[in-house]
């Protein structure tokens, strides 16, 4: 692995386990390396975070390095991102100083940059993330783009192997009801991940909530090479039989991209039964119940589920400090 992290397509599936392996051994304290000492990690958050800022704050501090956390346009200048632009709008800064001036001071940047959910033939290109790639002259990490979440696929791939193992297992991605369309990284991520590791993987999804169909295309040749499969089912509760990973994820539809209320409109329908509760988690095959987080609780899924022996979510949320502690070691030598 060198370079950048922006999505795991680029990576063999002989580097993804060794970064799980990686993991596990910071995890169990095996590994007390100190790769970024008397270094440091910028951190750009465009959105609001959680579990992302907190685990790289702390990883970047336990390898024994310093994180700088910016906000472009709360704590730093607001950015411009497309090649071209005549700044005489709301935008102070180009990318392509700001990330070259970040270079100077540290070894590498993370970056966070949501889906604005309005024109997808751009978003799904990712123009913010392949901008910062574009300028910059460190290792730039993906903590969210508008196409990919690597780190918490990385993440849910470690909390697969821990919980059931190494091998091929079978994998239900369902997507859920939530009241307003979110965005596809997870579930990308999600999808293409398992697929490099050789899972079995199902999506569930109704009619008009498909993933991107060159994803999509992408994680079939992958499941291919690996040994796994995938299958695309639009009827939630055979997804669920025998299944022994569930993750639940709700995003929005290609149809409405930008027509937010008639996306809200059309996923009405769905709200009761899109949702994983005790008796579709009774037809599984004693299934592990993930989600990336923050989740709505009896709306994406039931406090039975969640709340339940067979829940790993705080499990899988821990494991992101463990892999993004992997990702900076290999990155920085």
């Not at 397509?9 to 799980?20: K, P, Q």
């Not at 970024?36 to 951190?43: D, F, I, P, T």
Request: aromatic share 8%; with cysteine; proline share 4%.
């Amino acid at each position: 692995m060198h370079g950048d992290f922006l999505s795991t397509a680029g990576l063999s599936r002989d580097e993804l386990e060794s970064l799980i392996e990686s993991a596990l051994r910071f995890k169990s304290g095996t590994d007390q390396s100190k790769p970024l000492a008397a270094k440091s990690v910028a951190l750009v958050f465009f959105n609001p975070s959680l579990r992302t800022r907190a685990s790289m704050q702390i990883g970047v501090y336990e390898l024994g390095g310093n994180a700088v956390v910016l906000e472009p346009g709360g704590t730093s200048w607001t950015l411009e991102h497309r090649e071209g632009a005549v700044m005489d709008g709301d935008k102070t800064e180009h990318v392509a100083e700001f990330v070259r001036v970040l270079g100077r001071y540290g070894v590498a940047i993370g970056v966070r940059t949501f889906a604005a959910l309005k024109n997808w033939d751009e978003e799904r290109t990712d123009p913010i993330l392949n901008a910062f790639a574009k300028y910059s002259d460190v290792p730039i990490i993906n903590l969210e783009s508008a196409m990919h979440h690597p780190c918490q696929a990385m993440a849910d791939m470690m909390t697969v192997r821990e919980k059931l193992g190494s091998g091929r297992k079978r994998v239900l991605l369902t997507w859920a009801w939530h009241p307003k369309p979110l965005p596809m990284a997870v579930p990308n991520s999600f999808a293409l991940a398992a697929a490099q590791m050789g899972h079995d993987l199902l999506i569930a999804q109704p009619k008009g909530y498909e993933l991107d169909d060159e994803l999509i295309s992408e994680t079939r040749k992958h499941a291919g090479a690996a040994g796994g499969s995938v299958t695309v089912l639009n009827d939630i509760d055979e997804a669920f039989d025998g299944a022994e990973v569930v993750y639940a994820k709700s995003w929005g539809s290609r149809k409405f991209y930008g027509a937010t209320e008639k996306d809200i409109a059309e996923r009405a329908q769905y709200r009761s039964q899109w949702i994983v509760d005790e008796g579709k988690m009774a037809r599984t095959n004693s299934a592990i119940f993930m989600h990336c987080l923050p989740v709505r609780r009896n709306v994406i899924v039931t406090d039975g589920v969640i709340d339940s022996p067979s829940s790993v979510v705080i499990d899988e949320a821990e494991n992101r400090l463990h892999v993004q502690k992997a990702i900076l070691k290999e990155l920085i030598h």
